[in-house]
């Protein structure tokens, strides 16, 4: 189903289906929008955001706040929509849904320190700073948080006065179909919102609309340069990429070895590996041998299993077998090239999407590719000291997130100014980010815009305006 101008009607494209990774059974089944659709979902945004910028900023924030609230009231059916299209443990999946609530508060904070005009005082005029809306924008969501990423962008938007086409990841129908309802339940105008599903069809005919003013993008890097490269000549569409990393993780001495390898395994294995926060390159200092080992046995004991299970699991299903694949097969191509499985990722009898933790020291290969591997398989590379250490850190073309554990100041202080990445932890797990910071890498993790508590500044325009009063004469 689409929502087009607050009407949910059959699309009119190809067929479209999701499917639960843990049972491979049919969660959603409809069709792709055509760009007959797109059309008509640009044609309605464009009119519904001509009044929806108008409406009194704290309406558009009442509408943010009541939907937060009802997404804290339907949590458990959203957790569960979640967990079946994505394959996420019910404890993820919930953790999910809170942080997603939890985004209209932190939204709406980030979009009043931009509200209010700044003033500065000239000789014979005024000067402000003003911020408008950018008009129509899309919405391109990921598979793997398909609630909270896509509402971390489409908050800002709609409440800096955008209206929104959303178009989420064709492996998450039902997730999306269940946040736009939610939406109009808020009370938010029919037309300001609208959701057209699909995969790459659907998403070229969004590139094609004259009305389309902004694009924001989470998901790889090769479809972010497509992106980049169908809007080159659109000067007037600004685009948002957010493109993931191959994230480096040091270890420099830490007293503590069993915290530091918690911290590994939280930063390596949370949702099996489907975090782009997620450490793919574990760099460690010196004698490592007691680390390695440890880290290993605590690895080979992770729960593994289907979000069914009781207790639950603590890795789940990638979102489909074919990701399995490509784990399965970085890893041989790694051995092949000269590297040591010290922790083998193994493909699950119970479920083909499912994959054991893999650990693969890679020092001495002859052949190290600088790729996101989208599932749970660390990589080991061992340095003779920090300096070693930050400059393989530093050798990749990505620069999203990067951490270091060590237990000395001045060590973290020389990480962080030389390490080459736009989210930077000193002993905590590189998934852990916080939504009141700017989240966006450098490099070929995205193109400078930053999302998360930032994310308000590419949903609108700084406008300068300078007045100078008519002299009294002239009003007389």
């Given at each position: 189903?689409?929502s087009?101008?607050g009407?949910?009607?059959?699309?009119t494209?190809?067929?479209?289906?999701?499917?639960?990774?843990?049972?491979?059974?049919?969660?959603?089944?409809?069709?792709?929008?055509?760009?007959?659709?797109?059309?008509?979902?640009?044609?309605?945004?464009a009119t519904?955001?001509?009044?929806?910028?108008?409406?009194?900023?704290?309406?558009?924030?009442?509408?943010?706040?009541?939907?937060?609230?009802?997404?804290?009231?339907?949590?458990?059916?959203?957790?569960?929509?979640?967990?079946?299209?994505?394959?996420?443990?019910l404890?993820?999946?919930?953790?999910?849904?809170?942080?997603?609530?939890?985004?209209?508060?932190?939204?709406?904070?980030?979009?009043q320190?931009?509200?209010?005009?700044?003033?500065?005082?000239?000789?014979?005029?005024?000067?402000?700073?003003?911020?408008?809306?950018?008009g129509?924008?899309?919405?391109f969501g990921?598979?793997?948080?398909?609630?909270h990423?896509?509402?971390?962008?489409?908050?800002?938007?709609?409440?800096?006065?955008?209206?929104?086409?959303f178009?989420?990841?064709?492996?998450?129908?039902?997730?999306?179909?269940?946040?736009?309802r939610?939406w109009?339940?808020?009370?938010?105008?029919?037309?300001?919102?609208?959701l057209?599903?699909?995969?790459v069809?659907?998403?070229?005919?969004?590139?094609?609309?004259?009305?389309?003013?902004?694009?924001?993008?989470?998901?790889?890097?090769?479809?972010?340069?497509?992106?980049?490269?169908?809007?080159?000549?659109?000067?007037?569409?600004?685009?948002?990429?957010?493109?993931?990393?191959?994230?480096p993780?040091?270890?420099?001495?830490?007293?503590?070895?069993?915290?530091?390898?918690?911290?590994?395994?939280?930063s390596?294995?949370?949702?099996s590996?489907?975090?782009c926060?997620?450490?793919?390159?574990?760099?460690?200092?010196?004698?490592?041998?007691?680390?390695?080992?440890?880290?290993v046995?605590?690895?080979?004991q992770l729960?593994?299993g289907?979000?069914?299970?009781?207790p639950?699991?603590f890795?789940?299903?990638?979102?489909?077998?074919?990701?399995?694949?490509?784990?399965?097969?970085e890893?041989?191509?790694?051995?092949?090239?000269?590297?040591?499985?010290?922790l083998?990722?193994?493909?699950?009898?119970?479920?083909?999407?499912?994959?054991?933790?893999?650990i693969?020291?890679?020092?001495?290969g002859?052949?190290?590719?600088?790729?996101?591997?989208?599932?749970?398989?660390l990589?080991?590379?061992?340095?003779?000291?920090?300096?070693?250490?930050?400059?393989?850190?530093?050798?990749?073309?990505?620069?999203?997130?990067?951490?270091?554990?060590?237990d000395?100041?001045?060590?973290?202080?020389?990480?962080?100014?030389?390490?080459?990445?736009?989210?930077?932890?000193?002993?905590?797990?590189?998934t852990g980010?916080?939504?009141?910071?700017?989240?966006?890498?450098?490099?070929?993790?995205?193109?400078?815009?930053?999302?998360?508590?930032?994310?308000?500044?590419?949903?609108?325009?700084?406008?300068?305006e300078?007045?100078?009063?008519?002299?009294?004469?002239?009003?007389?």
């Open positions: 189903m689409l087009i101008n009407q949910w009607r059959e699309a494209g190809e067929t479209l289906t999701s499917f639960n990774p843990a049972t491979e059974e049919i969660v959603w089944q409809g069709n792709a929008a055509s760009p007959d659709d797109v059309q008509a979902a640009f044609q309605a945004a519904a955001q001509q009044a929806w910028k108008l409406q009194p900023e704290e309406d558009r924030a009442a509408v943010l706040k009541r939907f937060a609230e009802l997404v804290q009231a339907n949590k458990e059916s959203l957790a569960q929509a979640i967990s079946d299209e994505v394959g996420k443990p404890w993820d999946a919930l953790s999910e849904v809170g942080a997603t609530a939890a985004k209209a508060n932190v939204t709406i904070d980030a979009y320190r931009r509200r209010d005009r700044e003033e500065v005082s000239l000789p014979d005029r005024v000067g402000r700073t003003a911020y408008r809306p950018l129509v924008v899309s919405v990921p598979f793997n948080f398909p609630a990423i896509a509402n971390g962008q489409i908050m800002p938007a709609l409440l800096a006065g955008n209206a929104v086409v178009k989420p990841s064709e492996l998450t129908p039902l997730v999306a179909e269940r946040m736009v939610l109009e339940e808020a009370g938010l105008p029919p037309g300001v919102l609208n057209v599903q699909g995969g069809t659907t998403g070229q005919a969004i590139l094609q609309q004259p009305e389309l003013r902004g694009l924001f993008f989470t998901g790889s890097r090769n479809t972010g340069i497509k992106l980049r490269r169908a809007l080159v000549e659109r000067l007037e569409v600004l685009l948002a990429l957010e493109l993931g990393g191959n994230n993780l040091v270890v420099h001495q830490p007293s503590d070895l069993n915290a530091a390898a918690e911290t590994i395994i939280q390596a294995y949370l949702t590996g489907q975090r926060t997620c450490v793919r390159r574990l760099i460690v200092t010196g004698d490592s041998s007691e680390l390695l080992d440890l880290l046995a605590k690895a080979s729960p593994v289907l979000p069914s299970d009781r639950e699991p890795l789940g299903p990638l979102v489909h077998a074919t990701a399995v694949d490509r784990v399965r097969d890893q041989r191509r790694l051995i092949g090239q000269g590297a040591v499985s010290l083998e990722a193994k493909r699950q009898t119970r479920c083909r999407a499912l994959v054991s933790p893999g693969v020291d890679v020092t001495n002859a052949e190290r590719t600088d790729d996101e591997i989208f599932g749970p398989l990589q080991v590379i061992r340095v003779p000291d920090l300096e070693a250490a930050i400059q393989e850190a530093n050798a990749t073309q990505f620069g999203l997130a990067a951490g270091i554990l060590c000395r100041q001045e060590d973290f202080e020389q990480f962080r100014q030389q390490v080459h990445a736009g989210l930077i932890n000193w002993n905590l797990p590189t980010a916080s939504g009141r910071l700017p989240f966006g890498g450098i490099g070929q993790s995205g193109n400078y815009r930053p999302a998360g508590y930032h994310a308000i500044d590419f949903c609108q325009v700084a406008i300068a300078l007045e100078s009063a008519p002299s009294q004469e002239n009003t007389q």
